[in-house]
């Protein structure tokens, strides 16, 4: 079993729709959250960083964690077709906080 | 703003060459990394260095070597090339501080014929 768990999709949802990714983890040493963003060919780039369970919203993105399930989510609302890219989840070990930890991505695919 | 740059956005060449991917952060980062993306694999850390001449395997070294004479360059070597390490190259950076996330550049893409 992979450390963190993601669909790897692809997702497929019209324009103005509210998104839902999420991903699952094994470890509860695992202390840190991210979501990254990566469009075609370009590198990852980081979307939303928690550390405590709860949520934490920024503009139309909000990350909710729950440790006690072990489930991080990213939320889109009033999706765009700018927002078509691939995400990834991540998390770091609170004890081994210099690796992280990937899920394989899910692919988003927001249709005008 | 962070900013990591990758010297080549492609590069194309052949089995056998010795092929050097090289990387600059501007942040004064102490921590770089370097992975490979590949399809259905996800992002797999190839080498990662902590500090100044200090490096650290990650989970697929072989076929690589690493070095970091500067604190602001992190370069990737594939010794002798081979058809197997076309991919995704991407380089990260971030401070070594607890929980800090990392900052990436916009990769290389690499093939070896």
């Known amino acids: 079993q992979k450390e963190v768990e993601q669909d790897p999709g692809p997702l497929s949802v019209p324009e103005g729709a509210i998104v839902s990714l999420n991903c699952t983890y094994s470890?509860?040493?695992?202390?840190?959250f991210m979501w990254y963003r990566q469009y075609s060919r370009k590198g990852p780039e980081l979307l939303m960083y928690t550390y405590s369970s709860g949520n934490k919203e920024d503009g139309r993105f909000t990350a909710q964690v729950d440790k006690s399930s072990k489930y991080i989510s990213l939320f889109i609302r009033d999706s765009q077709p700018s927002d078509s890219a691939t995400y990834l989840c991540?998390?770091?070990?609170?004890?081994?906080?210099?690796?992280?930890?990937w899920g394989l991505g899910t692919s988003l695919a927001v249709n005008p | 703003d962070v900013k990591v740059t990758q010297s080549s956005r492609y590069l194309v060449k052949r089995t056998g060459e010795k092929v050097f991917l090289e990387c600059v952060q501007d942040m004064d980062h102490e921590n770089m990394f370097w992975y490979r993306q590949d399809p259905g694999l996800g992002l797999r850390l190839i080498y990662f260095?902590?500090?100044?001449?200090?490096?650290e395997k990650g989970d697929i070294p072989e076929g690589y070597s690493v070095s970091r004479e500067k604190k602001e360059r992190f370069s990737l070597i594939l010794e002798s090339a081979s058809t197997n390490q076309t991919s995704m190259y991407l380089c990260?950076?971030?401070?070594?501080?607890?929980?800090?996330?990392?900052?990436f550049g916009d990769g290389t893409r690499l093939s070896i014929l």
């Open positions: 260095s902590y500090d100044v001449k200090m490096k």
């Open positions: 991540a998390t770091l070990n609170a004890g081994n906080n210099r690796k992280l930890i």
């Open positions: 990260a950076s971030r401070k070594n501080f607890a929980g800090q996330p990392q900052h």
């Open positions: 470890n509860s040493a695992f202390q840190y």
